[in-house]
Protein backbone atom coordinates (compact mmCIF):
# COMPACT_ATOMS: atom_id res chain seq x y z
CA UNK A 1 0.00 0.00 0.00
CA UNK A 2 1.27 3.55 -0.87
CA UNK A 3 1.93 6.22 1.94
CA UNK A 4 -0.15 8.81 1.05
CA UNK A 5 1.66 11.92 -0.99
CA UNK A 6 1.09 14.02 1.99
CA UNK A 7 2.52 12.34 4.66
CA UNK A 8 5.64 11.64 2.88
CA UNK A 9 6.32 14.93 2.23
CA UNK A 10 5.52 15.49 6.02
CA UNK A 11 8.18 13.01 6.73
CA UNK A 12 10.47 14.14 4.18
CA UNK A 13 9.91 17.54 5.91
CA UNK A 14 10.88 16.47 9.32
CA UNK A 15 13.46 14.92 7.94
CA UNK A 16 15.24 17.72 6.79
CA UNK A 17 14.64 19.27 9.78
CA UNK A 18 16.80 16.66 11.51
CA UNK A 19 19.50 16.85 8.87
CA UNK A 20 19.62 20.70 9.39
CA UNK A 21 19.98 20.39 13.19
CA UNK A 22 22.94 17.36 13.01
CA UNK A 23 24.72 20.29 11.21
CA UNK A 24 24.01 22.73 13.33
CA UNK A 25 22.30 25.29 10.42
CA UNK A 26 19.60 27.80 11.11
CA UNK A 27 17.07 27.71 8.37
CA UNK A 28 18.69 30.39 6.77
CA UNK A 29 21.73 28.79 6.44
CA UNK A 30 20.39 25.76 4.96
CA UNK A 31 18.50 27.92 2.34
CA UNK A 32 21.58 29.65 1.15
CA UNK A 33 23.74 26.31 1.09
CA UNK A 34 20.72 25.10 -1.63
CA UNK A 35 20.62 29.18 -2.80
CA UNK A 36 16.65 28.86 -2.08
CA UNK A 37 14.44 31.42 -0.72
CA UNK A 38 14.47 31.54 3.11
CA UNK A 39 10.56 30.93 2.60
CA UNK A 40 10.87 27.98 0.35
CA UNK A 41 13.06 25.98 2.69
CA UNK A 42 10.61 26.59 5.15
CA UNK A 43 7.69 25.79 3.06
CA UNK A 44 9.91 22.25 2.45
CA UNK A 45 10.78 21.52 5.96
CA UNK A 46 6.52 21.45 6.74
CA UNK A 47 6.12 19.34 4.06
CA UNK A 48 4.00 21.72 1.81
CA UNK A 49 6.23 21.34 -1.32
CA UNK A 50 6.21 18.83 -3.54
CA UNK A 51 9.40 18.70 -4.95
CA UNK A 52 11.34 17.41 -8.21
CA UNK A 53 13.18 15.06 -8.22
CA UNK A 54 16.47 17.49 -9.97
CA UNK A 55 15.70 19.08 -6.71
CA UNK A 56 15.96 16.36 -4.13
CA UNK A 57 19.20 15.63 -5.91
CA UNK A 58 20.22 19.28 -5.13
CA UNK A 59 18.96 18.54 -1.83
CA UNK A 60 21.38 15.35 -0.88
CA UNK A 61 23.95 17.16 -2.37
CA UNK A 62 23.89 20.23 0.39
CA UNK A 63 23.17 18.05 2.84
CA UNK A 64 26.01 15.11 1.46
CA UNK A 65 23.79 12.37 2.08
CA UNK A 66 22.40 9.73 -0.25
CA UNK A 67 18.92 10.75 -1.62
CA UNK A 68 17.77 7.27 -0.21
CA UNK A 69 18.74 9.04 3.23
CA UNK A 70 16.60 12.04 2.42
CA UNK A 71 13.75 9.61 2.69
CA UNK A 72 14.57 7.95 6.12
CA UNK A 73 12.38 7.73 8.92
CA UNK A 74 12.53 11.21 10.69
CA UNK A 75 14.21 11.07 14.06
CA UNK A 76 11.45 12.87 15.56
CA UNK A 77 8.15 13.07 14.86
CA UNK A 78 6.84 16.33 16.41
CA UNK A 79 8.78 19.04 14.65
CA UNK A 80 7.92 22.42 15.72
CA UNK A 81 6.82 25.37 13.08
CA UNK A 82 9.09 27.84 12.32
CA UNK A 83 8.51 31.19 13.78
CA UNK A 84 8.88 32.68 17.11
CA UNK A 85 9.51 30.25 20.07
CA UNK A 86 6.83 29.95 22.89
CA UNK A 87 6.05 32.89 24.88
CA UNK A 88 7.30 32.14 28.51
CA UNK A 89 4.96 33.63 31.85
CA UNK A 90 6.08 36.77 33.13
CA UNK A 91 7.80 36.01 36.72
CA UNK A 92 5.01 36.59 39.18
CA UNK A 93 5.03 40.04 40.71
CA UNK A 94 3.98 41.32 44.12
CA UNK A 95 1.68 43.40 43.51
CA UNK A 96 0.98 44.05 47.67
CA UNK A 97 4.50 45.02 47.54
CA UNK A 98 4.97 47.26 44.35
CA UNK A 99 4.30 51.18 44.79
CA UNK A 100 1.79 52.81 42.94
CA UNK A 101 2.83 55.67 41.23
CA UNK A 102 1.04 58.97 42.11
CA UNK A 103 -1.12 60.60 39.30
CA UNK A 104 -2.98 63.39 39.29
CA UNK A 105 -6.99 63.31 38.85
CA UNK A 106 -8.88 64.63 35.92
CA UNK A 107 -9.56 68.10 35.24
CA UNK A 108 -7.49 69.17 38.24
CA UNK A 109 -5.64 71.45 36.50
CA UNK A 110 -4.61 74.44 37.77
CA UNK A 111 -7.26 77.26 37.21
CA UNK A 112 -6.84 80.49 35.70
CA UNK A 113 -7.53 83.42 36.73
CA UNK A 114 -10.42 85.30 34.82
CA UNK A 115 -9.54 88.17 32.51
Keep these: MQ ?3 SRVLSDFGRRLVDLRRERG ?4 EAAE ?3 WPVRDYR ?3 LGDRNLRISTLVDVSVAFDVPIAELF ?5 HDVRRPGRPPRTPAPAVNVA ?3 IPARGRRGTAP ?4 R
Excluded: S
Design 33 to 35: NLG
Design 97 to 99: ATP
Design 25 to 28: WTQQ
Design 72 to 76: ARPLF
Design 3 to 5: APV
Design 111 to 114: KRKP
Design 43 to 45: AAE
